[in-house]
């Protein structure tokens, strides 16, 4: 909802700020005061292109401010901080404040800032597109498309419709889905045989070999044991000669210890400090004899003949690299690559059964969807019989009786993901004409009453924050005025409502009245917006009845229509 507008240099308006707010806004003003500026400052607003023309004659750029009342956890929210910008929220309350700026310079440049950011032209045409609809003599029509016209069919048609057209949609994509898998299966049968021979080829030369995890690692210290096997046997045998002498030419380390030890004894009674000395030469003694015992064995160790090994473990660690090279780098990646090739190679082999598996199933998807769009086709045509019904009822009170309105559903032969009906709004403006396409043969004044009885009816069920119409009462007068009024206060009791008129009969059943005037003073005429109320209020419109705000009759006629209008209001 747009709780404020400001507007500075804008065509005739010098600076003015329009307080909207909730409800239905009605705003009035003489010919040529710059009424219709208002609804262009909007289009504005939401992105529309920028005319250099309406920047105010002298002015260097036009500046439109609006304040709005958005859901801070909705659509736009996030879509604002996505763009860098800021929802403020406002305490105690459960709306976010939105600000949104537009300027447009009068050599034609354009400046956006959403939530405190600056942003490009476009996000506020994507923001209008869930904030705002205006409907003028020239706009376009929310409604304008055929999906656009088809999803409000099916706002209207219930909630009961939507279920099944969920369900639908659910059997939709698992049908596309299955039927993509078989058409990449088919497409790309050749390339997935090529993939399942070299799969089967590998698999083959792996098992064929056989590698253990951490197997390269354990070969790699193997080999170089083997391939330094002599002087390992030369160090072992060194350092046992040197620990235990066999050969008794030189005293061994174990005798000297053991020597240490029994010089320190005898005198280790005289002296208490030495029997630590005394018990770590014994542990000595123990710990080399020990060392001895270990080289002794290893050496025993490599007196087998584990030369001849060498050979078959350089050939092993061959057929290991073999395989790094190609399915690795390391060993655990080829390990890991022949179990998952395993089951791979099961599914490429079993595509002939998948497809004819799929093919069955997508049959049988398919009939299921079509009952279902069927349904979906029924479905639409009651609610479309009820919607055009309901809306030509709306058009005959709007000074269009002869007027019908035509909800048109026509098959596709393809199934869509909303089934396969095209949907379009036709418009017979008379008896005798044919019905034609939304925008086509109907005035603009037609057009914007067309709109506004299809809004009043799709209302309850495909809200809009804020409805712009501008002449929404152009041509029409007296009763039909009226029942203009009354429907859009009727809309007003969902949506924020602004309306540009020149009735007095529309403008009485507003809840909110502002007028556009002229302020002659200076050489340029300027244009400034007030809020009516009381005696300003009543003045205004009987200006509107009249053409004189100060005649009596006037005054009096404008009293019986508001009282009029606040009772034909409740009724409703």
């Keep these: 909802m747009i709780e404020e507008l ?16 909730p409800g239905f806004t009605a705003v009035t003003g003489e010919t040529g005061a710059g009424k219709t500026m208002v609804v262009s400052a909007l289009g504005l607003l939401f992105g529309e292109r920028a005319d250099t023309g309406s920047v105010r004659s002298g002015a260097p750029h036009a500046w439109i401010e609006g304040r709005l009342l958005v859901d801070p956890e909705g659509r736009v929210s996030d879509r604002v901080r996505e763009a860098g910008g800021d929802v403020e929220r406002i305490d105690g309350d459960p709306a976010g404040e939105l600000i949104l700026s537009r300027s447009v310079s009068a050599e034609g440049r354009s400046r956006a800032v959403v939530g405190g950011r600056s942003a490009p032209i476009s996000l506020l045409n994507e923001l209008g597109g869930d904030l705002v609809v205006v409907h003028g003599q020239s706009d376009q029509l929310r409604l304008k498309s055929q999906q656009a016209q088809r999803a409000s069919l099916d706002s209207f048609a219930g909630p009961a419709f939507a279920e099944r057209l969920a369900a639908y949609r659910e059997l939709h994509r698992t049908w596309q889905a299955h039927a993509a898998e078989i058409e990449t299966l088919v497409t790309e049968r050749s390339a997935r045989l090529r993939e399942a021979e070299q799969l089967r080829t590998a698999v083959e030369e792996i098992q064929a070999i056989a590698p253990m995890a951490g197997e390269d690692e354990e070969l790699a210290e193997l080999a170089a044991r083997l391939t330094n096997l002599e002087d390992l046997r030369l160090a072992a045998a060194e350092a046992k000669e040197s620990i235990s002498s066999e050969t008794g030419d030189t005293p061994d380390t174990v005798v000297l210890i053991d020597t240490a030890r029994r010089a320190l004894e005898r005198v280790a009674h005289h002296d208490a400090a030495l029997a630590p000395v005394v018990e770590a030469l014994e542990n000595a003694s123990f710990l080399v004899s020990d060392i001895g015992a270990q080289l002794a064995s290893y050496s025993a160790s490599l007196d087998t003949d584990e030369a001849g090994r060498l050979d078959a473990v350089q050939e092993r660690r061959a057929d290991l690299t073999s395989l790094m090279r190609k399915y690795g780098p390391e060993l655990a990646d080829v390990i890991a690559y022949a179990e998952s090739a395993e089951p791979r190679l099961l599914e490429l082999d079993s595509d002939s059964d998948r497809i004819e598996e799929l093919t069955a199933l997508v049959d049988d998807e398919h009939a299921a969807l079509t009952v279902a769009a069927d349904g979906l086709t029924e479905l639409r045509s009651t609610a479309a019989g009820v919607l055009a019904e309901r809306v030509t009822a709306e058009l005959a009170a709007l000074a269009m009786p002869n007027a019908r309105f035509v909800v048109e559903i026509q098959p596709r032969d393809e199934l869509g993901t909303t089934g396969r009906d095209l949907v379009q709004f036709l418009l017979r403006p008379h008896e005798g004409s044919d019905p034609r396409p939304l925008g086509k043969g109907a005035s603009g004044g037609e057009l ?30 007296g009763a039909s005025a009226i029942e203009i009024g009354r429907r859009l206060a009727a809309l007003a009791q969902n949506s924020q409502v602004i309306v540009v008129t020149h009735l007095a009969q529309v403008a009485a059943f507003a809840s ?61």
């Excluded at 924050?465 to 007068?477: A, I, L, Q």
């Excluded at 003073?521 to 509107?544: H, I, K, W």
Aim: hydrophobic residues 50%; charged residues 20%.
């Design 6 to 21: 400001s507007i500075r240099d804008l065509g005739v308006i010098g600076e003015a700020v329009l307080p909207l707010g």
């Design 448 to 477: 914007s009453r067309v709109m506004l009885a299809i809004e009043v009816v799709l209302a309850a069920a495909d809200p809009v924050p804020t409805f712009v119409f501008d002449e929404v009462d152009s041509g029409v007068g």
């Design 512 to 572: 909110n009245h502002l007028r556009v005037e002229k302020d002659l003073d200076g050489p340029v005429t300027a244009s400034n917006v007030v809020q009516l109320s009381g005696d300003a209020r009543l003045a205004e419109m009987a200006r509107l009845l009249s053409g004189l705000p100060d005649s009596e009759s006037g005054l009096a006629h404008a009293a019986e229509l508001l009282a009029t209008a606040r009772s034909l209001a409740v009724s409703h």
